[in-house]
């Protein structure tokens, strides 16, 4: 039997969320939350103040993917919780456990249209994996319990926590429960030795077989599983966007990943496979164009988590439902026992190694000294390979896809679902308290760093020193690409006119602002930013007309790769 | 491909408005929905009709499972099952022998008569949908004034 002891809900949601070992909270006071935040007072979570909910959560977000532990956020009633949204809908998209606290009106007022009233709860229905509204105060240690465990276990995602002000102020007797049980949850399966066995059994017998690697094999950390299974039956491994970096990419068997802005090497092998092992991929539209066109002449072995993913967007020969990483290592094993090394030349790895050297060597880049592909190499040269990398969204995103190599595992993230413009950011600054010891770099466009700029004033106040690397072609750049290539070159509503001036921007916050407009420059910019201990924005000017390239149409099959000319 | 699902839930606020926003959220369509209690207070059972191709029913069978609410999730077979509607007709009465047509129809249906007036007539019924259908067709003529249909309701009938 627990301890009962008697306390405010407030006082209980920051003891719950101490016992769940929370050490920080990334939020934003308001009326609706005050009890909330009266607590910080006494107890020892720090606060991170966000200039705006929506950076809040990515900074959750951030936090959460990189630690794997969910990252918490607060935001008060009405407008802050329809900020934080934002963030939520994006954490549910790409699978990252996450705790967002909302304050809500008092109980009573609910429903009456009161100042500041929103309905989170059904406004965030379709975007959470799951949520709670006490509507007691008692019941407020089950629902921070149960939470933590819903975000973090199965396929993690976002939890909400909308707490009434009364709630948060009433006194209750507070059991705070070790046990629970949650009847319609059973995250954990148990491995599946018979899929796995005929999954082996699939790849031995594919003339072609390859290995897709998805955000799954991220989240599950499958890195030494992935690599020994690649490396024992010899297959070239291709990622999505999302799970780009599950595999170091310079890797003799890497191709990166596949996708509207793929490799042309590994969208080029992809179209070819006649087997593929995906791991923790839900075969977005984004990663394998038209569905029917990708599953033509292709075995597929899933591997997920989720098993509503199974069959959903692709149609697969053998199903393995559960955690990755178990399901994989049981492979490793099975492979060992049966003694299967793959160590001779087959024609396909032949293929696969021509392939992947000649596009390393013949896609035509930028020709300009500050071309996208120069500049992100040269941030590759120059960064420890630990470093994390976060993105913003757009061109800049594609182009840190294609020329950004990831060497270590796990130490890439991008908001690749919901595509959130602000993202990368403020997920730098929570990748960076998850991670002081390494080098956080936002690689940034200028729309999109626009976006949650503000974000500058909690780097430099809390002292969160991350890199801001800014690819600023003055351009919302993806959609002027698009408008360039579809729209018959009329360029609408994409003229950003160098405004503002981030190195001013970055000065006037107390932040470090360096521009690069040569080689040297950014040579000495990175080393500049890397041995300092502020937040640096690095702005580097570039062509507003070069295009991401290569470009897989929308609607379009990967094997219709739009190159460079 | 008409199919019947069966859900067991947790008897709390706010779940049939997850489950129908799971419909409408990933397209799939709702036919007929009856929500009701069940001998344990702590859930209640749904009955949704819904139609799709097969892989489309398999994907929503699957996405209400995913839901944490959802505690058992099951597709019934038609023919395994025992399935009723329960609906009511108002159906208007023109002349003298419309009183008797009507309740020769229902009759044969086995609906209940009610509320007999000299307008109209009302009539209850417990059947499949498909015999509902039915015996509505047989009173369109007479004229409807109004009909309210539950849904099905439906439970696997035991093997042996």
């Given at each position: 039997m627990n301890k009962m002891e008697t306390m405010i809900g407030a006082k209980a949601l920051m003891t719950a969320m101490e016992k769940e070992g929370v050490k920080q909270v990334f939020g934003l006071p308001g009326g609706a939350n005050l009890p909330?935040?009266?607590?910080?007072?006494?107890?020892?979570?720090?606060?991170?103040?966000?200039?705006?909910?929506?950076?809040?959560?990515?900074?959750?977000?951030?936090?959460?993917?990189?630690?794997?532990?969910p990252g918490v956020c607060f935001a008060t009633s009405g407008p802050g919780a329809t900020n934080i949204l934002t963030g939520i809908a994006t954490a549910q998209a790409d699978s990252s456990p996450m705790?967002?606290?909302?304050?809500?009106?008092?109980?009573?007022?609910?429903?009456?249209?009161?100042?500041?009233?929103?309905?989170?709860?059904?406004?965030?229905?379709?975007?959470?994996?799951?949520?709670?509204?006490?509507?007691?105060?008692?019941?407020?240690?089950?629902?921070?319990?149960?939470?933590?465990?819903?975000?973090?276990?199965?396929?993690?995602?976002?939890?909400?926590?909308?707490?009434?002000?009364?709630?948060?102020?009433?006194?209750?007797?507070?059991?705070?429960?070790?046990?629970?049980?949650?009847?319609?949850?059973?995250?954990?399966?148990?491995?599946?030795?018979?899929?796995?066995?005929?999954?082996?059994?699939?790849?031995?017998?594919?003339?072609?077989p390859v290995i897709l690697a998805g955000g799954g094999a991220i989240i599950s950390s499958a890195f030494a599983e992935l690599q020994s299974i690649a490396e024992t039956l010899m297959l070239p491994v291709v990622t999505t966007f999302k799970g780009k970096g599950a595999f170091p990419e310079n890797h003799p068997l890497c191709l990166g990943p596949i996708g509207m802005h793929g490799h042309a090497e590994a969208n080029r092998i992809m179209t070819e496979a006649d087997c593929v092992l995906a791991i923790g991929t839900r075969f977005?539209?984004?990663?394998?164009?038209?569905?029917?066109?990708?599953?033509?002449?292709?075995?597929?072995?899933?591997?997920?988590?989720?098993?509503?993913?199974?069959?959903?967007?692709?149609?697969?020969?053998?199903?393995?439902?559960?955690?990755?990483?178990?399901?994989?290592?049981?492979?490793?094993?099975?492979?060992?026992q049966k003694a299967i090394k793959k160590t001779d030349e087959s024609p396909w790895i032949k293929h696969v190694r021509e392939t992947r050297?000649?596009?390393?060597?013949?896609?035509?880049?930028?020709?300009?000294?500050?071309?996208?592909?120069?500049?992100?190499?040269?941030?590759?040269?120059?960064?420890?390979?630990?470093?994390?990398?976060?993105?913003?969204?757009?061109?800049?995103?594609?182009?840190?896809?294609?020329?950004?190599?990831?060497i270590q595992p796990g130490t890439f993230f991008s908001s690749t679902g919901l595509g959130t413009m602000g993202w990368g950011f403020p997920a730098a600054i929570g990748a960076k308290v998850a991670r002081p010891d390494v080098p956080v770099v936002d690689i940034a466009g200028d729309g999109s760093f626009a976006m949650t700029e503000n974000s500058l004033a909690t780097a430099v106040l809390e002292d969160i020193p991350v890199i801001v690397f800014v690819l600023n072609n003055s351009t919302l750049g993806m959609v002027a690409q698009w408008q360039r290539t579809f729209y018959d070159r009329r360029m609408i509503g994409v003229d950003q006119q160098s405004c503002p001036d981030y190195v001013k921007l970055a000065e006037s916050y107390g932040a470090q602002g360096l521009r690069a407009q040569s080689m040297d420059e950014l040579d000495k910019a990175i080393k500049t930013a890397l041995s300092s201990d502020v937040a640096t924005v690095i702005d580097i000017p570039i062509d507003p007309e070069e295009d991401v390239l290569p470009f897989v149409a929308p609607g379009t099959s990967l094997a219709d790769m739009i190159l460079p000319s | 491909m008409w199919s019947i699902l069966s859900l067991l839930v947790e008897n709390k606020p706010g779940i049939?408005?997850?489950?129908?926003?799971?419909?409408?959220?990933?397209?799939?369509?709702?036919?007929?929905?009856?929500?009701?209690?069940?001998?344990?207070?702590?859930?209640?059972?749904?009955?949704?009709?819904?139609?799709?191709?097969?892989?489309?029913?398999?994907?929503?069978?699957?996405q209400l499972d995913k839901m944490i609410d959802t505690i058992e999730v099951k597709q019934l077979d038609e023919h395994k099952t025992l399935f009723r509607e329960l609906?009511?007709?108002?159906?208007?009465?023109?002349?003298?022998?419309?009183?008797?047509?009507?309740?020769?129809?229902?009759?044969?249906?086995?609906?209940?008569?009610?509320?007999?007036?000299?307008?109209?007539?009302?009539?209850?019924?417990?059947?499949?949908?498909?015999?509902?259908?039915?015996?509505?067709?047989?009173?369109?003529?007479?004229?409807?004034?109004?009909?309210?249909?539950?849904?099905?309701?439906?439970?696997?009938?035991?093997?042996?």
């Open positions: 909330m935040y009266d607590e910080f007072a006494r107890c020892d979570i720090r606060h991170i103040l966000a200039r705006h909910e929506q950076s809040a959560s990515h900074m959750a977000d951030g936090f959460g993917r990189v630690s794997r532990k705790i967002a606290v909302t304050g809500q009106v008092p109980v009573a007022m609910i429903g009456k249209d009161a100042f500041q009233e929103s309905d989170i709860i059904g406004m965030a229905n379709p975007v959470v994996k799951y949520a709670f509204q006490p509507r007691t105060a008692s019941e407020v240690p089950m629902a921070v319990r149960k939470g933590f465990y819903i975000a973090e276990t199965g396929r993690p995602g976002p939890v909400l926590i909308d707490i009434p002000k009364d709630v948060q102020q009433n006194e209750a007797e507070m059991v705070f429960p070790e046990e629970f049980q949650i009847s319609g949850y059973h995250p954990w399966t148990d491995p599946d030795m018979v899929a796995v066995e005929k999954a082996i059994e699939m790849l031995l017998h594919a003339e072609k977005s539209d984004r990663s394998v164009g038209t569905f029917e066109d990708f599953e033509k002449r292709l075995k597929i072995i899933h591997m997920d988590v989720d098993p509503a993913e199974i069959g959903k967007n692709q149609t697969a020969q053998l199903a393995v439902v559960g955690d990755v990483r178990v399901n994989l290592r049981i492979m490793v094993k099975l492979l060992l050297s000649y596009w390393k060597e013949n896609l035509k880049l930028h020709p300009g000294e500050m071309g996208a592909a120069k500049i992100l190499r040269k941030l590759r040269e120059l960064l420890p390979k630990e470093s994390i990398v976060t993105t913003e969204v757009g061109q800049h995103q594609m182009w840190a896809s294609l020329f950004y190599d990831v | 049939l408005f997850k489950v129908t926003h799971l419909f409408r959220s990933r397209n799939f369509n709702i036919d007929s929905i009856s929500v009701g209690i069940t001998d344990n207070p702590d859930f209640s059972r749904m009955t949704i009709t819904t139609y799709g191709d097969e892989k489309q029913v398999a994907q929503i069978v699957k609906s009511i007709f108002k159906i208007k009465l023109s002349n003298a022998n419309d009183s008797m047509e009507v309740n020769k129809i229902a009759n044969a249906y086995g609906g209940q008569i009610h509320n007999v007036k000299k307008d109209s007539i009302m009539v209850e019924l417990t059947a499949t949908p498909e015999q509902t259908s039915a015996f509505e067709e047989l009173v369109k003529p007479f004229g409807i004034v109004d009909v309210a249909r539950t849904g099905v309701a439906a439970l696997q009938r035991s093997e042996s």
